[in-house]
């Protein structure tokens, strides 16, 4: 029997300690109707031998390609102690730490974890995790709803270059407590027109959302965005990239008095792609919104003897205290993540991730270089943008993608469907981890790709139609 | 020591950097950031030791017997977590085209998604949603989305036991609704006069556990489906409880419209120091429309993603990607080395155990909240008479328990029992374990009577004593700061 360890004599005596006959006679406050006859789509059981040998084809049938897309994902190395660590069966087997005494490793990591992710965000206080970046994202406007002492609007100002996935989760999250998000355009900059707000002006909201980078890899007017908000009374949300946080202005020092949450997906902090989970979202506050904080948080303080010891707290707000009136019906937190994540800016350090964040802006920079030369592909907006750029192809993305998949490349993200004011655009991202042969291979297999097709649209189609942004 | 005061300015880990710091062209300097972020400068000795030695300072199940109730704390088997970090599975980026590189993994999770329908007796199956509160909220979120389908949009309640977790009536209260109480009668069942009175028109759905949180079967479970049902309302299973009846009752079965499983717990996916966990919702039915995307489809030669334009009245997505896959893939081993066969014993043997705990504990003079009950996986002792006597409470035990190596049970949950702790011992542990426990917890009682203060100050073995929570909440230290 599988992880089971009884013996027969087992049984007999503890039935016997019991006082019943069988272990069916256990069972006998169920009603019989109710009892199953058999799990008919649940397979034989498999020993771990039989197991592995199908999981390894499984995951050899997934292949290892050779990746351009970002997209919320980004494939960094992650060092070999990270998950070393991370899997100790005392980290991995662990429950959360609500018997403080007993998991002040967890707890003490969590604190470190907390003072990290404050100081890189510019910020005050940080919680213990939430499930991704998407879902925090939704939990940092409903959030900015309670916190906005100045407005009692449940409208969010929502940009369109806010990654379209998040955007749908932040809907499906908070349509039914009577938020609205107002959805903002982009200029043809490739981000938000600051003086395009002014649309806006006297109209009331709770917060305004800055994504930096945003979902098109282009930095937004960040200091300028944030006044705004300030100035008609909304809270300014950044969701922000941590790995980019090493080298851009984190959002504690946006504008003149800083963003108030900042919040973004953990994922380039030491999580595998694997995907698409589990990753972890971030979620940081300026001090006087720490009551509204959604989720853990872990306190420094000091046991009966004096000594320093680490507990959650401000536990009032959750759940399994509140009830029906917590900040949010959140439980977990995403603990291994958080770990991994420790582990991994323990081990690089500030120096170490600024200098992934460059490698990734600098292949980025190398990757459209070497892809604009080829004809048939031109970049599609010229503002500054970090390590992710949009490009415009002359044939239809998807099919251009699909044929580089062939060849075993994953050429990027096609956003054909969620913008198709931008044509035939697909999103591509070269991190750390790519090499310059890497690029040269991508760049001809594309150009082979689309010189294949001689008939296909001729290449001044490129440039976009008046009034397409 | 905190790893921020083993740094030194200056000390660079070179072999996690990636080449000499490159050209910083293109970012204008408005962005870039003046200062530089308060992260440790340590060797990769100094890291690789600190961390490992936090780690020895935390209680697991690979190191102690974890009798938490209502949390499942069993084995967590190496195997699954080997098998789920695989490099395939890890390096598949979640766009990465399914067609030509995510057949694997698509596989996998389809499979899963038809265990868990026929483990539950449901008809339809979405594994994205994160973790239980966010499986409870889908769940809560599509009783939502039917109603209004029909048009039926003055339902304004959810019906929720008092023993039931907290996050129901806090999801309830997230989908827009109004929590109402239902009281439990004496013998732990749901008090039926007062959930016939709470029935009407303005009732949305009941959310269950079943067992209960008080560790019984809820034996009225088709009577109480019939009431809430007659009056337009859906009930939610949550699957909190399940170790204790795998393969032996389907939720379906019961009259339950929609259910989430912890597969944290019951799939015995590692709890990680809280997360991450996985709570994938099965619906019957009447649910089937409105199950959170993605899901997996198949259509006998490929497997896909069923997104909005397959499922146009879903009630959308609830993660940027597909959910917590590398956990979902770790419960689809565990439950293909278990087998059909291997599910029923799960539950077979954590009520064996459980059942054998209780007996011996009362044998040796602890009262149970509900002796005249069957315990199911788990069960609750009140410690009421030790705590007037000899003034120690459930919570002096539990930290006791501590010193003996012991992780202790859930105490002050459910809040029904006065000084109660809830213990649940799984079917993955050992009668000697077990037998050990129950020596333990006797010694703790006759330390209490002779010499309570060992107990009431109790741990003293562990790397500090009781925290002082008052001062964390009131001088909130949330975060290092150098010293000036």
Known sequence: ?469 | MLIFEHSRSGRINAAQNPGAQPAYDGIPDRFRRKDRPQLPEVSELEAVRHYTRLSQKNFSIDTQFYPLGSCTMKYNPRGCNTLAMLPGFLARHPQAPTATHGQGVLACLYDLQEILKDVTGMKGCSLTPAAGAQGEFAGVAMIRAYHDARGDSARTEILVPDAAHGTNPATAVMCGYEAREIPTDENGDVDMAALKAAVGPHTAGIMLTNPSTLGVFERRIKEIAQIVHDAGGLLYYDGANLNAILGKVKPGAMGFDVVHLNLHKTFSTPHGGGGPGAGPVVVGERLLPFLPIPMVGYDGHEYRWLEEKDCPQSIGRLSAHSGNTGILLRAYIYARMLGSEGMERVADYATLNANYLMARLQAVGFEAAFPERRATHEFILTLKKEAKEWGTSARDFAKRLLDYGFHAPTTYFPLLVPECLLIEPTETESRETLDAFVDVLAKIRDEAQQTPDVVTGAPHTLPVKRLDDVKAARELDLAWKKPA
């Open chain 1, 1 to 469: 029997m599988p992880f089971i360890p009884h013996t027969e004599d087992d049984v007999k005596a503890m039935l016997a300690a019991i006082g019943a006959d069988s272990i069916e006679a256990l069972f006998d406050e169920i009603p019989a109707e109710l009892l199953a006859k058999g799990l008919p789509k649940v397979p034989p059981g498999m020993s771990e031998m039989a197991v592995s040998r199908l999981m390894h084809q499984r995951a050899a049938q997934d292949g290892m390609p050779l990746c351009f897309i970002g997209a919320g994902a980004y494939d960094h190395h992650i060092p070999a102690a990270v998950w070393e660590i991370a899997t100790r069966g005392e980290f991995y087997s662990a429950y959360t730490p609500y018997q403080a005494e007993a998991s002040q490793g967890t707890l003490q990591l969590l604190y470190e974890y907390q003072t990290m992710m404050s100081s890189l965000t510019g910020m005050d206080v940080s919680n213990a995790s939430l499930y991704d970046g998407a879902s925090g994202l939704a939990e940092a406007v409903l959030m900015a709803v309670r916190a906005n002492r100045k407005s009692r609007s449940r409208r969010i100002l929502m940009p369109a270059t806010v990654h379209p996935l998040y955007r749908k989760v932040v809907q499906t999250i908070v349509q039914n407590q009577g938020i609205e998000l107002v959805e903002l355009d982009y200029s043809g900059s490739g981000n938000i027109e600051p003086e395009y707000l002014k649309r806006y002006a006297g109209e009331e909201f709770a917060a305004l959302v800055i994504p930096q980078p945003n979902f098109f890899g282009v930095l937004e007017e960040v200091d300028a965005l944030t006044d705004w908000a300030h100035d008609n009374n909304a809270l300014a949300i950044g969701l922000v990239n941590p790995t980019v946080m090493a080298v851009l202005t984190p959002p504690g020092q946006w504008g003149r008095n800083g963003a108030d949450i900042a919040v973004g997906e953990g994922q380039p902090l030491g999580a595998p792609l694997s995907s698409g989970g589990p990753y972890f979202g971030f979620i940081t506050c300026k001090q006087e919104h720490v009551r509204q904080m959604p989720g853990r948080i872990v306190g420094r303080t000091v046991d009966l003897d004096g000594r320093e010891g680490f507990t959650l707290t401000l536990q009032a707000r959750e759940q399994h205290i509140r009830r029906a009136k917590a900040t949010s019906n959140i439980c977990s937190n995403q603990g291994l993540m958080v770990t991994a994540a420790t582990i991994y800016m323990a081990l690089v350090g500030a120096e170490g991730l600024a200098r992934v964040a460059h490698a990734c802006h600098a292949n980025t920079r190398a990757l459209v270089e070497r892809l604009t030369h080829i004809e048939c592909v031109e970049q599609v907006f010229s503002s500054p943008y970090f390590h992710e750029v949009v490009l415009r192809i002359n044939q239809p993305a998807g099919e251009v993608l699909r044929a580089l998949a062939v060849q075993d490349i994953l050429g990027g993200y096609d956003l054909s469907a969620d913008y198709p004011e931008l044509g035939n655009a697909i999103l591509v991202c070269a991190t750390e981890t790519r090499s310059e042969a890497d690029i040269e291979r991508y760049a001809q297999h594309l150009e082979r790709i689309l010189s294949r097709r001689k008939d296909g649209p001729i290449c001044s189609r490129l440039v976009p139609k008046e009034g397409t942004l």
